[in-house]
């Protein structure tokens, strides 16, 4: 299995980017992770959440392939897990054979429709509300986490 994490917006900061490759290296005894950094639309001072979230759209459907693709949400609206719970979900997904999964991190605005009913799973990382480059990074430590847990590596102390 493969994971990818899709982000739009901007490139990391650089504390961001190197606490992100932290753990990617850690990842790669367990599985194959990248992050894919999605360019945001163009927008003008008159476009509307509904319409970025239109724009955003045709770009994660460009890049999607549902023959390949399992879709996990990141979404303030989303089931909120524990870190247990987040493992418990990796591994039914590894069982699943799904080929590679992808976690989307939304737009400012969250995202359409289409994307939430394309979506197998909805999760919620808080009832916070964080910058889109520390989920990247929060994101990458519990894969790191989820792997260690389901391969009892000690880095999560039950």
Known sequence: MNIEVWSLGKENDAYI?????FYLNRLKPFCKTGFVLLPPPKRSANTTPEESKLLEEKIILSRFDETKHALILLDETG?????????EEIEKLQISRAKTVIFLIGG???VSDKIKQMAQKTWSLSKLTFPHQLVRLIIAEQLYRSF???????YHHR
């Open 148 to 154: 260690s847990i389901l391969n009892n590596s000690g």
């Open 17 to 21: 980017e190197k606490g992100i490759q």
């Open 79 to 87: 089931k909120m897990l524990t870190s247990e719970s987040w493992a």
């Open 108 to 110: 400012p605005w969250g």
